[in-house]
């Protein structure tokens, strides 16, 4: 990506009534419909009828990441509210696991509401009713500069992760324009949601039910499971016109060595559920490349690394997929931390994705230049078809199955 070959932000912009953005779900996940792209062609179905347009030889990969409670809320003396939206752990390369398993005390970086009520050394204090009595809940400054937060907690025997559960709420999409409710505790996580750390549902995933698990089974088609921990990021506008100068989040992704296998063994066959999961797909090539070019922090990927290297000097994918295989082996680890920043623009070659189950996204979106990067310019039709068709949009709206 440089400044000699931009792209104007206003190619992939579209117009995208309010009405036309899903408030709340629908009561059956799989009833939602799906828009089928295949080669140019278009076609309607409903989502439970998701296998029949599956290529047989499919091989699913889904993120099984998990949203937490990260919304907190705290009432100063005066009668103000201060409000911590939890980002991710301080500093932000530890792993988030270990992190939800912290007891008596954490330190996370957030964006604070109605920061300027609260004083550089006043402790914010909380009483939180659980099943085994009230927990007495502290926040203290503890990196301003870096939007830093401890927090601490009476009894300490519980995890970070049980805390937040009773102490926050859940962070809906800003699009969403409302307060979440009980019901999306539930309606806000796939089903197979496992590991905590999630600011943002992958909500390609919120379509699946055991039924549709039950009939790719009954079909052979095989899937598996990696962790991205969505982060606020994903939400973050483009504000620059040429989009190739847009800062991309990084987030932090887990692969284990089983995924890393399976991977390499499905490679020409890979569908990933969500964008989330391309991005951790395509980004574990490029950390097997780095791995190939001995970089010295090979599970760090920037933005630009795809980018780089002349075509020419890309290795074949099954080579960049055994150097990872090879370190986990010869460290003799099972899984793997990593953070990537893998920006997806159109031009970008695809690497190890031969589709995507993704939902329809925001105009003008890094999620849309990644569509344009896998169908090209026929984004635009889908989009068009769906607006046309009364699809829903956004986090709780209807799904595409896009086969280039």
Excluded at 7 to 19: G, K, N, T
Excluded at 28 to 53: C, M, N, P
Excluded at 221 to 245: C, M, N, S
Excluded at 270 to 296: A, C, D, F, H, K
């Amino acid at each position: 990506m440089t400044e000699n070959n931009p792209l104007s932000l206003s190619q992939f912009q579209y117009d995208l009534p309010d009405d036309r953005i899903a408030r709340f779900p629908l009561a059956r996940r799989d009833e939602s419909k799906l828009l089928v792209y295949r080669s140019g062609q278009i076609s309607h179905a409903t989502f439970r009828d998701l296998t029949d347009w599956l290529p047989a030889d499919s091989f699913l990969v889904f993120n099984n990441t998990k949203v937490i409670p990260a919304r907190l809320h705290f009432t100063r003396q005066t009668g103000a509210v201060i409000e911590l939206f939890l980002l991710n752990p301080f500093p932000a390369d530890q792993p988030i696991t270990a992190a939800m398993e912290a007891t008596g005390s954490a330190v996370w970086q957030g964006m604070i509401g109605n920061r300027k009520r609260w004083k550089p050394d006043e402790a914010l204090e909380a009483d939180i009713p659980t099943p085994s009595g009230p927990v007495r809940l502290t926040a203290t400054w503890h990196d301003a500069g870096q939007s830093a937060v401890q927090l601490s907690w009476q009894p300490a025997e519980l995890t970070f992760a049980q805390l937040i559960q009773y102490a926050g709420d859940i962070p809906l999409p800003p699009y969403l324009k409302r307060d979440s409710i009980e019901a999306d505790r539930v309606t806000y996580q796939t089903i197979y949601s496992e590991k905590e750390g999630a600011v943002a549902a992958p909500t390609a995933g919120l379509h699946f039910t055991p039924a549709v698990f039950d009939a790719l089974a009954r079909r052979g088609i095989e899937h598996d499971y990696l962790t991205l921990h969505v982060g606020a990021g994903t939400f973050q506008p483009i504000k620059v016109a040429d989009v190739r100068q847009h800062h991309m989040h990084t987030e932090q992704v887990v692969y284990t060595r089983t995924i890393v296998q399976k991977v390499l063994a499905h490679r020409d066959h890979l569908i990933p559920v969500g964008t989330t999961s391309m991005r951790s797909l395509e980004s574990l090539y490029w950390m097997g490349v780095q791995l190939l070019r001995n970089e010295s922090d090979p599970f760090r990927l920037d933005q630009q690394y795809a980018y780089s290297l002349p075509v020419a000097d890309h290795p074949p994918v099954a080579d960049a997929l055994e150097a990872v295989l090879d370190c986990m082996i010869r460290t003799n680890q099972e899984s793997i931390v990593a953070h990537t920043g893998i920006y997806i623009t159109p031009g970008y070659e695809m690497k190890l994705c031969k589709g995507i189950i993704t939902n329809f996204h925001q105009p003008g979106s890094t999620l849309i230049l990644l569509i344009s990067a896998l169908i090209g310019d026929d984004w635009r039709s889908v989009y068009t078809e769906a607006l046309a068709n009364e699809y829903r949009f956004l986090s709780y709206g209807d799904s595409s199955l896009l086969l280039p």
